[in-house]
């Protein structure tokens, strides 16, 4: 049960506001973000690499909570919630719906990112009828090609970005042309906007942890896509050193009815570089009624 029930509070829209709240489920205490208005079905976000409740770029999440209700959780070990890093996705997608079942919910839309989107494949892989809508953005399919050179290109460009003082993210996720540092650079500094009550920093060891999990999903033997039913939005840019896009273009063509967005000039992060063309297509497909599964 949550140890900080929701309150009936005017509702919250901007995510630098949204309260901080936990959950228990199995013995692990969830760190989580709610806001948008309550009702209907919500939004959970399932977050990238390295990631905690302060990574989601709020040019994203508030058009999605200006009319729907969006959770942004912590995964197991991460930032303020409890226990250790699992060293598996499917172990993450596990944690992910013994969160959701803790907050009630028996419906939800997907929003991914990145390692986000792997585990939101494995989840509807063990649960395929909990997700009405899908959102997979920056990622890739189990045993996709160079998948597994993840953790090369991350520690590669962690290294670039200290020799500059940078933050990685402007490495990992940007083109290092003039119109992505520039990107870069705004999105670092969108982060900051939440100026209090702000998450814990990964550590280096559950950091370490999430690249070998990510390292054996792309060695793994590839899921079964056919079970995506549901409608399902793909989104990438067409220079992903990370998780390179052809994967995209591989889950596109794996999941029968997705849809693709590829934008141009731009890499991992390509979504935030190009988020007010994307929030608006986001939160449309989001709020569309309808699904197949």
Known sequence: MSSDEPSNDAVVTAYRDAPARTVTAGGVTYAYRELGPRGGIPVVLFVHLAATLDNW?????????ATRHVIAFDNRGVGASSGSV????EAMADDALAFIAALGHERIDVFSFSMGGMIAQALIVKNPTLVRRLVLTG??????????????????DIARAALTRSDPKEFLFFNRD?????AGKAFVTRLQERTTDRDAPMRTKGFQTQLKA????GRGAPDDLSVITQPTLVANGDHDRMVPSVLSQDLHRRIAGSELIIYPNSGHGAIFQFHEEFAPVATAFLNASGTTS
């Not at 770029?57 to 909570?65: Q, S, W």
């Not at 990622?139 to 590669?156: E, I, L, N």
């Not at 003039?178 to 520039?182: C, F, N, S």
């Open 57 to 65: 770029d709020p040019r994203i999440v508030d058009p999605i909570a």
């Open 86 to 89: 699992p060293d598996t996705i």
């Open 139 to 156: 990622t890739g399919p189990k045993g996709g090609k160079d998948m597994d050179k993840v953790a090369r290109a991350t520690y590669y």
């Open 178 to 182: 003039a119109a992505g540092k520039a």
């Open 214 to 217: 990510i390292k054996a999903w």
